[in-house]
Structures are given as C-alpha cells and as structure tokens.
C-alpha cells in the first residue's frame, strides 16, 4: 500500500494459516456469513470495484463462521460451509 509520497507499506493477513476460500457462481449475487454469537455479516459479490479494477469474488472463510450461506441474483440460497464445531 502507498499513501501520498509515502513508503511502500506491506501487511501480512494475520489469520494467514487458514487460507480457506470459496469460489461464488457466476450467478452468485451475495453471500451471508454466519457467527457462533447469532451475528451474520452480509456481502455483496461484485465484479468491478472502480475504473479499471476487477474483485476477486473470492469468499475468505473467517476463523469463526459457523455457515455461510450464497445468494443468487433471484434470492435462492445455497449453504456452502458449515462448520458444526463452532456451533457450541
């Protein structure tokens, strides 16, 4: 990262050992992650951010989750993880 004549900056992903990812559909409009604490965060899954710039659509699975949940653009959802240990 660069901020205004700035030094480069470079940040590590502090939970870097779980690299668990899920791919969306094509047709995958959001996603809705799921806590052990009832708390659910949504997301939405778009493809550009801004002026020449594409998202990854890539779903990092959060240490925590207990499910994730996929929307298409019709409202159908799809569960694509659940983890049943963090459910207690």
Known sequence: ATQNNGPVKV??????????????????????????????KKQELYYGASYLSQFSRKIDVPEKATTITLFDYSGMPRTVYENKLSKK
């Open 11 to 40: 940040f590590e992903k502090s939970n870097a050992h779980l690299n668990t990812f899920i791919q969306p559909e094509a047709n995958d409009a959001w996603v809705e992650i799921s806590y052990a604490d009832g708390s659910v």
